[in-house]
Every structure is written in C-alpha cells, then in structure tokens.
C-alpha cells in the first residue's frame, strides 16, 4: 500500500522501457518517495520535445509494488509526461519529475535535441520542479553508478529547495567518476560532420548520423568545457528563449515596418 505523505517523484526516459539508466535511477530515487516511472515502450532518442497528435497513445501498468509503480507507453518522452499528468496525477501532481538517466551527454546544443531534456521540460511547463541526468557514455554496459548517485542528491536537494517556476534542471555525468560539480551555463555549438555515407544491400546510398559538438561561442566556463574536464555539471535551463538584449534594439528598427505587397 502506497504512504499518503511521501513526496511523489515521476520519472520517464528517452531511451526507453529497458534502458538501463532508467533501471538505475529508478533504483535511486525510490528511497526518496513514491516513484511512478512512465516510459516509451522503445528508444525515442533525438524526440526533442515532439508530441504526437494524429494518433492514439496507450498507457500500460507493468509493475505495481509499494511505493513503485512503472508504465510503458506508446509515446515520445514528452508524451509520457503529459500522458502522466492528465491521467495518473488528476488529483495531485507530482512533486519532482526526473528525466534519464540518459545514454549519453545532453551538454551545449543537444539540450534542443534531447528527448530527456524534453520530458524535463514538460513538467517545467507544467510548473514542477524537474531534473534531467544525463551520461556521457552511450555504451550499453555504461557504469550509472555515479550519475545515479548524483541524482538522487540533487533531486533531494530539490524536493526541500525551490527552484525558479518555468526553470529546470539539467545534470551531466562525465565518463569516470567526477572530480566535483560545476554549476555552470549551456555552450552555445553546434555539430560537425554529420554524417557517415555508405551504402545498403542493394547498393543504394544511405547517411548514419554520427558527428560531434564544437563550440561556437568562446567561453571557457561551459558545461561542454566542465564535462571534458571531467566535472559533473549542473546547469539551469528555461523555457524562455527570448533574446532580451535584442529586443529592444529589433523593436526600433521593425516596429514601424508596413507589408509589401
């Protein structure tokens, strides 16, 4: 039977049901309070924040033990969180809502292309408190053990701390054991060489994503930089993506615009 008081933590993924991070996390973050997990029944890795709207989602319950509870959906990571909320927290929302732990790094610009940092972000919308874990290993056999260990401390450290409304989050694990943790800003990059060519059975062309992120900024001061080093880093991202310094000068110059025709 589930205890009334405990804080109620949801938790989803990008990689899906069987991930090993999400076994991880959830291992961690259930001493904490009432976990319900609600994950993608597969890998929805790159889902960013996409939501699905021309087909019908399912939820299942797969697990129901005290205090846990895990469900596998037919959705995007995003999808689970909205999913979770209008449906198994119309009473009560959670208290926390942790996302990962991710096979591999969510640091400079995969922020817009991360499907956990997308879950995180819908609870943020929301107006929950929530956390995105990310490891910079995609390796099958990829040890979660200090990322887990860093989740559970921030999440409790969150559960007794408030955190700004619309501001998540985002946690990252370099390969080994961390040297510490920096509190940091997101690199502004991009990724180069995208793309490896080959070719497929029937000797037609085919592109695998592959690539790596550089910096386009210069700032040594970046949760790419700290990572690299080997820091676990700890950045807070928001949903307003408004350039507040160009506003004003773009009002200036375009608000007196009139349509061509």
């Known amino acids: 039977m589930n205890q009334p008081n405990l804080p109620k933590i949801l938790i989803s993924n990008d990689d899906g049901i069987h991930a090993p991070g999400l076994t991880a996390l959830i291992e961690a973050l259930r001493p904490l309070g009432e976990v319900i997990a609600v994950a993608p029944d597969g890998p929805r890795s790159g889902a960013s924040s996409s939501i699905?709207?021309?087909?019908?989602?399912?939820?299942?319950?797969?697990?129901?033990?005290?205090?846990?509870?895990?469900?596998?959906?037919?959705?995007?990571?995003?999808?689970?969180?909205?999913?979770?909320?209008?449906?198994?927290?119309?009473?009560?929302?959670?208290d926390l809502v942790v996302a990962g732990i991710n096979h591999g790094r969510n640091d400079g610009v995969c922020v817009l292309y991360s499907g956990t940092i997308g879950a995180a972000l819908e609870?943020?919308?929301?107006?929950?408190?929530?956390?995105?874990?990310?490891?910079?290993?995609?390796?099958?056999?990829?040890?979660?053990?200090?990322?887990?260990?860093?989740?559970?401390?921030?999440?409790?450290?969150?559960?007794?701390?408030?955190?700004?409304i619309h501001t998540m989050?985002?946690?990252?694990?370099?390969?080994?054991?961390?040297?510490?943790?920096k509190v940091c800003k997101q690199a502004v990059g991009k990724f180069v060489n995208e793309y490896h060519e080959s070719e497929n059975g029937r000797g037609g062309r085919v592109y695998w994503m592959t690539g790596h992120q550089v910096k386009t900024v210069e700032d040594?001061?970046?949760?790419?930089?700290?990572?690299?080093?080997?820091?676990?880093?700890?950045?807070?991202?928001?949903?307003?993506?408004t350039n507040h310094s160009y506003l004003n000068e773009l009002r200036g110059k375009m608000e007196h615009i009139k349509p061509i025709f």
């Open 52 to 94: 699905t709207s021309i087909v019908p989602l399912t939820i299942k319950q797969v697990i129901k033990e005290q205090n846990f509870s895990l469900y596998r959906t037919t959705g995007t990571p995003t999808d689970c969180i909205k999913l979770a909320l209008n449906v198994l927290f119309n009473d009560r929302l959670p």
């Open 123 to 164: 609870a943020t919308i929301a107006g929950i408190p929530s956390l995105a874990v990310s490891l910079n290993d995609h390796s099958e056999e990829a040890n979660m053990h200090y990322a887990a260990g860093y989740a559970r401390a921030v999440a409790d450290w969150m559960l007794h701390n408030p955190t700004p």
């Open 169 to 181: 989050l985002s946690l990252n694990l370099p390969l080994e054991e961390p040297k510490g943790m």
């Open 220 to 241: 040594e001061a970046t949760d790419f930089d700290f990572l690299g080093e080997g820091f676990a880093t700890l950045t807070p991202i928001q949903i307003d993506m």
